[in-house]
């Protein structure tokens, strides 16, 4: 992660977004189809289109049940690399808890961690995924490499686990935890 | 006895004249092969009625683990179209079907078989079908030809393509409504039971929002005896609350038995990065 400064951050202020769509629990639907399209159109293979909606979506559903309940989704494309970043502009923490973070590999997942598996999933498929938590909100966004021979191998030959898993290209992002062990944990 | 929306198609017994809805084509072949599966189990003699020929009848039900061949091959199983039973030509007549289907009572019986289960795709009354004002005639007689017989109905209706006036116009001749149990079903998703091979079937896409009609569905799943499918064919996306969810039931599920899940590559994927694949006794199968 050090070695790249994020660029996300300029990206947003260099790039024309692709895709800005508000987002509640009632329109989640509409935007993985809206993320699908725009994926797609961005050149990203079909495996890896599911991928953006996957990771996407579970950002946004982050910001649904744990943030403010609802968010805003940009996304745009820079130098072969398509970003999708999700902002909540709300906490539901008290506001005195909230403190600016920026995820590294020693530091916690900003949500509790039974509800960590959506991150943890952003951290096994996205490229690149930074999370910034302040007073007004959190800001999560994940980059896909639009290049097909960058894919992971995992989304290439899924029917057996831990060598796929494992031939995932090293992150540029703090891994957001280990597996959940339950569902309910 | 009155119609009960509750019935489930395991719980048929003879005589009766059941009237199963269908909202698509894997709902319709999941109840169907249940149907086939039981009344073979029974010793029955068997008619399935499509528009499916004999061989893809067979390979359907294959592919739900039921093998149908040897009882074809030794006349317990029939698989044809509605030509020359309940139609001839393009015509249907409400008295010839109710004796053709005496007839073929009569037929069973002196086979020796202890009962005889005929589904039916009422598929045929969509067409241009002369005639086909007495399809309400026809299941009143339906009835009288099955009461206190050891034969039983199946009238498959599909729900969407039947307007709902003839649904009900022929609803109160079948002693029986039959229908997948269903916990989830909208424009974007279904979960429903499934029958053959038993478990769940989920369809469309499911995110932490359909968590509740999920757990049970995977709940009742557990109840189940033998190998459980959940059947994930048909759905495009599945988030990670509900990846990890179907995960906890199958290591709670498996064990003495087999847990299948069968599911999109991509769907998969979600399962293979939490190992699914190196549980004991359940298998991750990935179909296109």
Redesign the interface.
């Known amino acids: 992660m050090s070695g790249d400064p994020g660029p996300p951050a300029e990206a947003v202020r260099g790039s024309m977004p692709v895709l800005m769509q508000d987002f509640d629990?009632g329109s989640?639907?509409a935007l993985?189809a809206a993320v699908a399209a725009h994926a797609a159109a961005a050149g990203l293979s079909?495996?890896r289109v599911?991928?953006v909606?996957?990771v996407t979506?579970?950002l946004a559903?982050n910001a649904v049940?744990h943030g403010a309940g609802h968010g805003q989704l940009r996304m745009w494309t820079d130098r072969q690399v398509l970003y999708c970043q999700v902002t909540d502009d709300g906490p539901r923490t008290p506001p005195h808890r909230a403190v600016k973070h920026k995820q590294t590999h020693a530091e916690p997942v900003p949500w509790p961690a039974e509800r960590g598996?959506?991150l943890?999933?952003a951290g096994?498929v996205a490229d690149q995924v930074s999370v910034d938590r302040g007073p007004a909100g959190t800001t999560a966004t994940i980059a896909f490499t639009i290049s097909p021979s960058s894919l992971p191998a995992?989304?290439q030959a899924?029917?057996?686990?831990?060598p796929?898993?494992a031939a995932n290209p090293p992150r540029l992002r703090p891994d957001p935890g280990n597996?959940?062990e339950?569902?309910?944990s | 006895m009155t119609a009960d929306a509750s019935t489930q198609i395991t719980e048929l017994t003879t005589d009766d004249h059941a009237c199963l809805t269908f909202g698509e084509a894997e709902e319709l072949f999941d109840l169907t092969a249940a149907f086939v599966r039981d009344g073979l189990a029974a010793g029955l003699e068997v008619m399935w009625l499509s528009d499916v020929s004999p061989g893809q009848a067979v390979a359907e039900l294959a592919r739900r683990g039921i093998v149908a061949g040897p009882a074809v091959a030794a006349g317990q199983m029939t698989a044809a179209g509605c030509e020359g039973r309940l139609l001839s030509g393009q015509t249907f007549s409400a008295e010839a079907a109710v004796r053709w289907l005496t007839g073929q009572l009569e037929w069973s019986r002196r086979q020796g078989f202890p009962g005889v289960r005929i589904a039916v795709d009422m598929s045929w009354a969509l067409r241009p079908v002369t005639g086909i004002e007495q399809l309400p005639q026809f299941e009143q007689g339906v009835a009288t030809a099955l009461a206190g017989s050891t034969a039983s109905l199946l009238c498959q209706y599909d729900r969407d393509r039947f307007d709902p006036v003839t649904l009900a116009s022929v609803a109160g001749f079948h002693t029986r409504s039959v229908a997948a149990a269903t916990y989830h079903s909208d424009a974007v998703l279904r979960i429903c039971r499934q029958y053959a091979p038993p478990g769940v079937r989920i369809a469309g896409e499911i995110d932490y929002q359909a968590e509740q009609p999920l757990a049970l569905a995977l709940a009742e799943a557990v109840r189940l005896d033998g190998d459980i499918v959940v059947n994930m064919e048909g759905l495009a996306f599945i988030d990670a609350r509900c990846t990890l969810m179907i995960t906890d039931a199958a290591r709670t599920m498996a064990g003495s038995r087999v847990v299948t899940l069968r599911c999109r590559p991509e769907v998969a994927a979600g399962f293979v990065r939490l190992d699914v694949a190196d549980l004991d006794g359940v298998r991750l199968e990935t179909v296109r």
């Open positions: 629990d989640l639907y993985r079909s495996t599911y991928d909606v996957a979506h579970e559903a049940r598996h959506g943890w999933v096994k995992q989304t899924p029917e057996r686990a831990s796929a898993v597996r959940p339950s569902a309910g």
